[in-house]
């Protein structure tokens, strides 16, 4: 799965798919820049483990609405 812009830190960060949902990523567990990772795993973005749409599904709405 590609990397993508994390929307709440802005750090690229890794994607996994969404069950029943094929027009949505959801974004890698990751820290805060310049925050040290804690014991039970690295959570403290809030944008980790956030869904958004996937680029290639929004172009293809966007194209489809021509
Ligand atoms: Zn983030």
Do not use: K, N, W
């Not at 969404?18 to 925050?35: E, F, K, M, S, T």
């Amino acid at each position: 799965m590609p990397r993508i812009e994390c929307p709440s830190c802005g750090r690229e960060v890794g994607t996994g798919p969404v069950a029943g949902a094929p027009g949505l990523y959801c974004l890698a567990r990751h820290d805060r820049p310049g925050r040290t990772a804690t014991i039970d795993g690295l959570l403290s973005c809030v944008g980790s483990l956030a869904t958004v749409p996937r680029p290639e599904a929004v172009e293809e709405a966007q194209l489809s609405l021509f």
